[in-house]
């Protein structure tokens, strides 16, 4: 075999090396991908979740969000500086959901669920009441998201007692 004969079996042998290096670079930034996709679902999951633990373990919330399912005129100051922040809290990880699947981080497909709980809050009561006057706080295409659904789907009024008596 000639020097001629072996660089070129060499800068065969390179070639090879170098589709077998992309094409395990490939499957890492794909396997890298589906993590990150999937830590960040976890992470809006998980920050709902917090919200629903504390409504669920703090009698008081609780009892704000029935007495603002009548509205906000049903509510004092005091009930309705409350309330405002816990929607603005909510209403905080709806968006980062909407963005997050905008930017392909989230599968559009998972967050169905984030979306009938978020347009279930600004159907009806004080939810609707302050997502009026709420809108300035959030993005434009959010804003324009919401609304869009909110027009576009019978959204039932939500009664947030569930038939137990007081």
């Known amino acids: 075999m000639s020097i001629q004969e072996l660089g070129s079996l060499g800068e065969f ?37 917090q919200i629903s633990v504390a409504i669920a ?30 929607y603005l809290m909510s209403f905080r990880r709806f968006e980062s959901v909407f963005i997050q699947s905008g930017l392909g981080s989230i599968d559009p497909d998972l967050t169905e669920g984030f979306d009938r709980s978020m347009l279930s809050i600004v ?8 997502w009026v006057s709420a809108k300035g706080a959030f993005s434009k295409k959010f804003v324009e998201f919401v609304d869009n659904r909110l027009a576009a789907e019978k959204i039932p009024r939500v009664h947030l007692d569930l038939g137990g008596s007081e």
Do not use: C
Request: net charge negative.
């Open 13 to 49: 042998v390179a070639a090879i090396a170098t589709i077998a290096t992309l094409a395990y670079l490939a499957i890492q930034v794909r396997q890298n991908t589906r993590a990150l996709r999937s830590s960040t679902f976890e992470d809006v999951s998980g920050g709902m979740n």
């Open 57 to 86: 373990t703090h009698p008081e919330l609780s009892s704000l969000l029935v007495k603002g399912s009548e509205g906000l005129a049903a509510l004092t100051s005091e009930e309705r500086v409350r309330i405002n922040f816990l």
């Open 123 to 130: 159907a009806s009561g004080a939810g609707a009441e302050w």
